[in-house]
């Protein structure tokens, strides 16, 4: 007994002395690690000091079991130095983070001693050198990410013969160089590779038809990128996106194209492609954005191309496309940017292109088309931008474009357009281009609004036009004939219109009286009559002072809001512009809803004020502004506990809208620009203007107005599919926003990065990388240690709000319960940490 005693001993003093040098060569090594970097913010000695235990030490996280270095994060410092060989002693390791510094030197090759490591993130910095092949011996490495360095050198051959769990590779921006090596595509559970930006030459290996988990692939701008796109392209059934623009790709794009069913993102642009769209192509319904532009893609459209239904994107300008554009192309009602500019097409614009109602680009110049601009371009009220220059096009400018309330940038130059330039166009306050040089214009041009801004440059080459000597064009002037013709116009046409003009104002007098007396009772036969107690328009004004620009408060698609002052208090005046489309629906939308609903956490209808000619709502004034204000102003902070509270008082008004009325009420815009704070900083929800109150008997509904970009769910956006699972949808991209203060709109995500796949592969040890770094830096110290728990629970009850299956979406209410659970842990641990 003795005897096994003393040799237990012995085994206990071996063991801890081992575990004391383990201990001793991971604080020896992170020393060393530290010693290779130079901090010019002072964060690391002010987070570690030589007497100080390593695991304190700032980014580092050790085992639970054993004081041993398991994750190293130093995201976003500002540091500077090298990457110390030492960093290969930490054989613990499974996470590594030095994203967002300057880092320069080579990656040290001793990372490959990092057998457990399983996420390798060093984006952001200016490591040079080539990328070590012992990287790639790793079995457990699952994200590589070295994206915009200076790496150079060859793809080591040895890429998949370890790394067999690899799912993301990301080398974008860098300069590589050499062939892709076919050995990549034995990355069979590789999701997401972006080679993009760097000198790569040769083919795509017809072998990654294999990558069959492949999701989002980039190989854009490598110009030396040649070779053919293969057929075995059509076997990568999970592609999501894929980026081919840039390079130096020839022949025609292969027909298996029309396999990849889930397809939403395809840029081939400017490359040497040629050939005509095959048929197969309008198989891709699930297809968000296409960019063709800038090959040498001829023959005609397919008219198939009207079942891409989920089509918001379509760029295929500078090619050699000819003949008619087929009717069906203008059947997208959802589609918001079209380029087909600088091809062959020909014939007229048709009088279909008014179905694009949502339409904010369209550009079809450098064209053959000829006639007339159709009327109905004036129904396309979402239009920023019309292009129809460099074409055939005669008649007259149409006076419908002073409908295009939303248009800033219009170019008509190059045609043969004849006629007077119409003065109502000076109404457009958006315009900021307006070019019709070189057509054969007469009149004069218009001198107020928008125009007061134009140069001659915008006018040349029209012989008939005259006006302000700014324009380098003649003074206008009366000759004798216009005059005979005045005086004729005054001795015998002037006295009747005087007679009816007359008759006509008593008239319009007496209409006036009867309607400002009608405001002020309610009527009978419509849904108004909820609100009780209605104000006059002339009460609105003097609250208002008049709608004055001081009083102006914000400006959106359909209208202005103004603060104004009662004698009881402070209102909101939301007027609607009702020479938008959509804005009359939209206010008679919000008065059925808002006024038939009651909760704390909603924006409350005061009243409204109708007439023939004015529509607006009176509303609750809410001294905080909107949630986007607080996010991203820098005049103002949110902390973690507000953010939280904030986003429960979002919870439990989309729980009522969804089950406390009679029938389920849709939102369909949420976003942080509709939450608005009152003085005690509550959330409430407002704008319900494109909401959908469902039937009693409906789970499901469709429509044509879509929400806005980035926060709506995937079957809203491409089928206009609507039910509670999108409010559910739009509040987990709303959570996300709210706790990294990013939007989904960011321009950081570009091609296959989202908001959402950014912050999923955060998980599980890179959360503290995406948090807003205003929380790091408030008051609260070690904000990671005592709330990463709380911020992951947020964090994944966000991502499954996000599913892209509706049906596999959480429920507000239970969101709401998960919520409130973690707020009342958040409140429990108070008495013992006072930092939240």
């Known amino acids: 007994m003795g005897k096994q005693a003393l040799i237990f001993m012995i085994y206990l003093g071996a063991l801890i002395y081992l575990m004391q040098i383990c201990i001793a060569t991971d604080e020896q090594s992170l020393l060393a690690i530290k010693a290779h970097i130079t901090d010019p913010n002072n964060i690391l000695a002010t987070n570690w000091s030589q007497g100080t235990s390593f695991c304190t030490w700032i980014g580092v996280t050790c085992s639970r079991r054993h004081p041993r270095v398991t994750a190293l994060n130093l995201f976003n410092m500002s540091l500077e130095g090298t990457v110390a060989k030492e960093i290969g002693n930490l054989s613990f390791l499974t996470y590594l983070n030095i994203r967002n510094n300057s880092f320069s030197g080579a990656i040290p090759i001793e990372i490959g001693n990092l057998r457990r490591l399983r996420v390798l993130q060093m984006s952001f910095n200016q490591l040079g050198g080539e990328l070590p092949a012992t990287i790639f011996n790793i079995s457990s490495l699952v994200i590589i990410d070295v994206v915009y360095n200076d790496i150079s050198g060859f793809i080591p051959e040895n890429i998949c013969s370890q790394s067999t769990k690899l799912g993301r590779l990301g080398l974008y921006r860098n300069r590589i160089y050499g062939e892709i090596p076919s050995v990549l595509t034995r990355c069979r559970m590789l999701e997401n590779l972006s080679l993009s930006f760097n000198q790569l030459t ?398 704390r956490n909603l924006v409350k209808v005061i009243t409204s004020c109708a007439n023939l000619d004015f529509k607006a709502l009176v509303l609750e004034y809410m001294p905080n502004g909107n949630l986007d204000k607080w996010l991203y102003s820098p005049d103002n902070f949110l902390n973690f506990t507000q953010r939280l509270r904030i986003m429960i008082d979002v919870a439990f008004a989309i729980e009522y809208l969804h089950e406390g009325y009679s029938s389920p009420i849709i939102h369909c815009d949420l976003k942080p620009s509709n939450i608005l704070l009152d003085e005690d900083m509550v959330a409430h929800v407002g704008d319900f203007g494109i909401s959908k109150l469902l039937t009693q008997d409906q789970r499901i509904a469709q429509t044509k107005t879509l929400g806005t970009i980035g926060y709506m769910a995937p079957e809203y956006g491409s089928a206009g599919l609507v039910s509670t699972s999108v409010d559910v949808y739009s509040y987990g991209i709303l959570l996300m926003e709210t706790f990294t203060r990013h939007k989904p709109t960011n321009e950081m995500f570009l091609e296959e990065l989202t908001l959402r796949s950014w912050v999923f592969e955060s998980l599980p040890n890179g959360l503290m990388e995406i948090v807003d770094v205003d929380l790091l830096n408030e008051d609260e110290e070690n904000f990671g240690a005592k709330n990463e728990m709380f911020l992951k629970s947020i964090i994944e009850l966000a991502l499954e709000c996000t599913n892209d299956s509706p049906e596999e979406r959480l429920n507000i209410k239970d969101a709401l319960l998960r919520l409130k ?9 108070k008495p013992k940490n006072n930092l939240l």
Not at 221 to 231: T, Y
Not at 362 to 372: M, P, R, T, V, Y
Not at 821 to 829: A, F, R, S, T, W
């Open 202 to 599: 040769g083919n795509i290996p017809s072998e990654i038809g294999n990558l069959s988990s492949l999701q989002y692939a980039a190989f854009s701008r490598n110009h030396f990128f040649s070779g053919i796109i293969p057929d075995e392209i059509g076997n990568m059934s999970s592609l999501i996106s894929l980026a081919l623009a840039k390079n130096e790709l020839m022949g025609m794009i292969p027909p298996t194209i029309g396999q990849l069913r889930n397809l939403q993102r395809f840029g081939i642009e400017d490359n040497k492609l040629w050939g005509s769209i095959p048929y197969s192509f309008c198989n891709l319904e699930n297809l968000y954005y296409a960019s063709l532009e800038g090959n040498a893609f001829s023959g005609q459209l397919p008219r198939c191309m009207g079942n891409l239904v989920s089509l918001r994107e379509l760029y295929m300008a500078k090619n050699a496309f000819s003949f008619n554009i087929p009717s069906t192309l203008w059947s997208f009602e959802r589609i918001l940017a079209i380029n087909l500019s600088h091809n062959f097409f020909d014939g007229s614009i048709p009088l279909d292109i008014g179905n694009l109602e949502s339409v904010v680009v369209l550009d079809l110049s450098g064209n053959q088309f000829s006639g007339e601009i159709p009327i109905v371009v004036g129904q396309l009220q979402s239009i920023n931008a019309l292009v129809l220059s460099n074409n055939k096009l005669h008649g007259r400018i149409p006076e419908s474009f002073d409908n295009l309330k939303s248009l800033q940038y219009l170019d008509l130059s190059h045609n043969n357009l004849s006629g007077e330039i119409p003065k109502s166009l000076e109404k457009l306050s958006d315009l900021v281009y307006f070019n019709v040089s070189f057509n054969e214009l007469s009149g004069e041009i218009p001198d107020g609004g928008s125009f007061r801004n134009f140069t001659g440059d915008f006018f040349r080459s029209n012989n008939g036009l005259c006006g302000a000597s700014r324009f380098n064009v003649e003074v206008c002037k009366m000759n004798n004939r216009k005059s005979s013709n005045k005086s004729r116009l005054l001795r015998y046409i002037l006295p009747p219109v005087a007679a009816i003009a007359f008759a006509a104002t008593i008239s319009i007098m007496y209409l006036r009286y009867r309607s400002r007396k009608s405001l002020l009772l309610p009527k009978s036969n419509s849904h108004f009559d909820i609100i009780r107690h209605r104000m006059s328009y002339y009460e609105l004004l003097r609250a208002t002072n008049n709608l004055d620009e001081a009083n102006l408060v914000g400006r959106g698609s359909i209208g202005s809001v103004y603060k104004g002052i009662l004698d009881n208090g402070m209102i909101v005046v939301k007027v609607f512009n009702l020479d938008v489309q959509g804005a009359l629906k939209s206010f008679d939308t919000e008065c059925q809803i808002l006024s038939s609903i009651r909760h």
């Open 821 to 829: 659970k973690i707020n009342n842990e958040l409140e429990e641990m």
